[in-house]
């Protein structure tokens, strides 16, 4: 790990965790610059602007670099503004219709951090479940929200923009590549999802559904899992996991959260993970459940990874322009993913085997969806 990528998580623990002072929070000299593209490559920019503000001054960036991550850290919050504006549109007349629909990490993760605003945004994802799925569909098609032109189907969700804002409606909450975990995964998260331990709260004066804690505790390291197996994950979605073990550190049923990883299989990968919060983000052993040390060694060379190929795996320095064309996109595709599933093997041997499976068997459908199909399964061509 080089000096920027140190400093950067120096920064990042402080604003986590409310630690800085206005003393020096580290001693070499910064390469500003770089240490600012390494951050917005990590979507994690604002997160550290405010505390890069507490260093004396003949410590702090250059101007021009300031500023520029000035107006970042704006523009993230205008971006929640408009997120929560657009949440609160939609849940308000989804509410109308009795579809009760429930926010997924995002805007209800946001709340956990120090300052909600500084939170990197992305979309909205909002969990109707199957019954409710095609109605949800219809009636957004009706309110004109479908036009985006670019909107996808998959069997998890729609997705389509509105607003400017990313949305996803989802039908089901997650995939797994196992066949039985995914039954069982399917059932667990629907009976909480559809059940009546809700939690609440407000925005923008909408009374907004969020998951009871047993789902968002597993179910926050279940998604970054899942894009760490596809490609990769930024610091972000690190600091989601860790505030949220914070803010409810005393919510968390240890007992049944091991019995809920236990039964998808994720209690490796949950453990050697943890070590990354604990070891690089500051998150207090004490907080983190079913702490163990054991592959420090791996857990840091999955953070190298991390710090080296950024949010998504964008900017993974190995990953080549994808090619033109449909058929040579799907190719360039399958041959890139083969040297970084290998390197991730150690972390969860059989799940790197089943998406690798299942990454092909998901290609080829879609190949003959794509080519064959002009309907989606909402019924809404396209």
């Known amino acids: ?226 894009h760490l197996l596809n490609g990769g994950i930024g610091l972000r979605q690190l600091c989601d996991w860790a505030t949220y073990l914070h803010a409810f550190r005393q919510e968390i049923d240890r007992r049944i959260l091991k019995e809920d990883l236990e039964r998808f299989g994720l209690l490796r990968p949950w453990q050697i993970m943890g070590l990354l919060l604990v070891r690089h983000l500051g998150l207090p052993q004490e907080e983190f459940p079913l702490y163990t040390s054991r592959s420090e060694r791996f857990a840091d060379n999955v953070m190298q990874m991390i710090l080296e190929n950024g949010n998504f795996g964008f900017f993974n320095p190995k990953r080549t322009r994808r090619p033109d064309g449909y058929l040579a996109g799907k190719l360039h595709r399958l041959i890139t993913i083969h040297p970084y599933l290998k390197a991730i093997f150690p972390l969860c041997p059989a799940d790197v085997v089943g998406y690798y499976g299942n990454f092909l068997a998901k290609g080829i459908a879609q190949l003959f969806k794509d080519r064959f199909t002009s309907k989606s399964i909402t019924g809404v061509t396209k």
């Not at 402080?14 to 917005?40: M, Y």
């Not at 920019?45 to 001054?57: E, N, S």
């Not at 429930?102 to 939170?119: F, T």
Request: proline share 4%.
């Open 1 to 226: 790990m080089n000096v920027t990528q140190q400093q950067l998580l120096t920064l990042l623990r402080a604003a986590l965790w409310n630690s800085h002072t206005g003393a020096p929070l580290f001693r070499e000299t910064a390469d500003w610059r770089a240490l600012f593209s390494l951050a917005e490559k990590q979507t994690v920019v604002a997160l550290v602007y405010d505390v890069v503000l507490t260093l004396p001054v003949n410590q702090q960036p250059d101007t021009g670099t300031l500023h520029t991550a000035h107006l970042q850290t704006v523009r993230t919050a205008q971006s929640h503004q408009l997120l929560n504006a657009t949440l609160a549109e939609i849940v308000s007349r989804l509410h109308a219709q009795n579809i009760h629909a429930v926010l997924l990490k995002g805007q209800g993760v946001a709340r956990n951090y120090p300052n909600a605003l500084r939170r990197g945004c992305g979309d909205i994802d909002l969990y109707v479940g199957e019954p409710e799925y095609s109605r949800t569909c219809f009636l957004l098609n009706e309110w004109g929200m479908l036009e985006d032109p670019k909107r996808t189907e998959s069997i998890q969700h729609l997705h389509f923009t509105y607003n400017s804002v990313c949305v996803e409606i989802h039908r089901i909450a997650g995939v797994m590549d196992n066949r039985r975990r995914n039954l069982r995964f399917r059932q667990w998260s629907d009976a909480l999802l559809q059940g009546d331990t809700f939690r609440t709260v407000k925005m923008n004066d909408t009374d907004i559904l969020l998951p009871p804690v047993r789902f968002d505790a597993l179910y926050l390291f279940y998604h970054l899992y899942r």
